[in-house]
């Protein structure tokens, strides 16, 4: 029986038709997006990794062009460390390796094996602050804090390399380290504090 109006078989093998060739195109399209990117993106190559972070070793299996920083934040939920730049300009990621600062966005994590990394989760002694965390906090060394953590690592170093003898010279160690919301009186004088009463 043949339907009237646009309701006919007629537009309805149409619409079929159609909605038939709609629904093969994703199909198509994946595949030719997965073909054309094992083509064009090399696999990834994952390593077993251990590592030491905060003295304590970590064990993972890690694409061997993940950097330190996307491994803190991605796989081991250590998000103190922050991403900025991610070119090493803004020195947000800063932390310790093997005792001295280091730029995690820029670091392999398959370049830190044997060597001891602390990030800022790992600078307080358990519920302790670490004496430049209090030192920060008691002279506005920071207002937004995106960029305290890795201040905070700059400036401890700063202090345990004895580049504290002058304003100008802190300013000249620090200069790595941005601060979007100008708090840099307050960090110069967070790092005084320390370098003339604590030991770090």
């Not at 081991?76 to 730029?103: M, P, V």
């Not at 380290?177 to 005084?192: F, M, T």
Request: aromatic letters at 8%; hydrophobic letters at 35%; proline letters at 2%.
């Amino acid at each position: 029986m043949e339907l009237k109006g646009q309701y006919s078989r007629r537009n309805f093998l149409k619409v079929s038709g159609l909605l038939a060739g709609f629904m093969a195109i994703p199909f198509s399209v994946k595949a030719f997006y997965q073909d054309v990117k094992q083509y064009l993106v090399p696999k990834k190559n994952v390593s077993r990794l251990t590592l030491s972070i905060n003295k304590k070793s970590h064990t993972l299996y890690v694409d061997t062009r993940t950097t330190l920083l996307d491994l803190f934040r991605e796989q081991l939920n250590l998000t103190g460390s922050k991403k900025g730049c991610d070119h090493g300009q803004c020195g947000a990621c800063t932390i310790h390796i093997n005792g001295e600062r280091a730029l995690s966005c820029l670091t392999l994590a398959a370049m830190a094996q044997g060597k001891e990394i602390t990030t800022i989760e790992g600078l307080a002694n358990g519920d302790e602050l670490h004496p430049m965390q209090k030192a920060f906090i008691e002279c506005d060394g920071f207002q937004c804090g995106y960029c305290t953590p890795g201040q905070i690592m700059s400036a401890v170093a700063c202090v345990k390399e004895g580049h504290t003898g002058s304003v100008e010279e802190i300013k000249e160690y620090m200069s790595g380290n941005l601060c979007r919301c100008g708090a840099y009186n307050g960090i110069v004088q967070s790092i005084q504090k320390v370098a003339a009463h604590e030991t770090v």
